[in-house]
């Protein structure tokens, strides 16, 4: 016969793997509902400071910068101008793709240069990055349209992610 110690040990191990898992088919844990839509700025950025302080309302600790702000040996005739919005992830799917609409929506309000928008989010597990041409910011904000986060990563025009897949 086993003592109680014992059992209690067992039924608490054994609740805690029931509890635990979870099918293939669900959201991660704190990951956001799909089906979002990216937030609308209602005014134009005029400076990668303005954006930054606008994506701070939905993106936590989110960086904003121009390749030629942040890099010295910025070749002003050769390189192209990337806007980069860089975030630490959790790796949660629904809302990285939220993260992701949201910078290229106000990205197309950006009333400065950049040839390239880079959304990079960093996990424990590796980084993500999505890249989108000025060209596809457009289609995707034009016209008033909304970016939806669930199609915005099939959008982009290279992407470099190990860590949603």
């Given amino acids: 016969m086993k003592s109680v110690p014992q ?3 067992a039924l608490t191990v054994a609740l805690a793997l029931s509890l635990g898992g979870c099918s293939a ?7 956001i509902e799909p089906g979002q839509s990216a937030e609308v700025p209602s005014s134009d950025f005029d400076s ?21 702000e942040s890099n010295p040996d910025f070749d002003h005739e050769g390189d192209a101008e990337r806007l980069h919005v860089e975030f630490p992830s959790a790796g949660q799917t629904n809302t990285d793709r939220k993260a992701t609409a949201d910078a290229v ?13 880079m959304v990079t ?3 424990d597990a ?6 989108f041409s000025t060209d596809s910011v457009d289609e995707l904000t034009g016209g008033g349209s909304v970016v939806e986060a669930d199609t915005v990563w099939d959008v ?10």
């Fill in 7 to 9: 059992l209690v040990s």
């Fill in 25 to 31: 088919g669900e959201p991660d844990a704190g990951d």
């Fill in 48 to 68: 990668t400071d303005a954006l930054g302080d606008y994506l701070r309302e939905s993106i936590d600790e989110v960086h904003v910068h121009r390749e030629s």
């Fill in 105 to 117: 929506q106000a990205a197309g309000s950006a009333q400065f240069d950049y040839d390239v928008l």
């Fill in 121 to 123: 989010g960093t996990t």
């Fill in 126 to 131: 590796g980084t993500w990055s999505y890249m």
């Fill in 156 to 165: 982009a025009d290279q992407d470099f992610d190990s860590v949603h897949r």
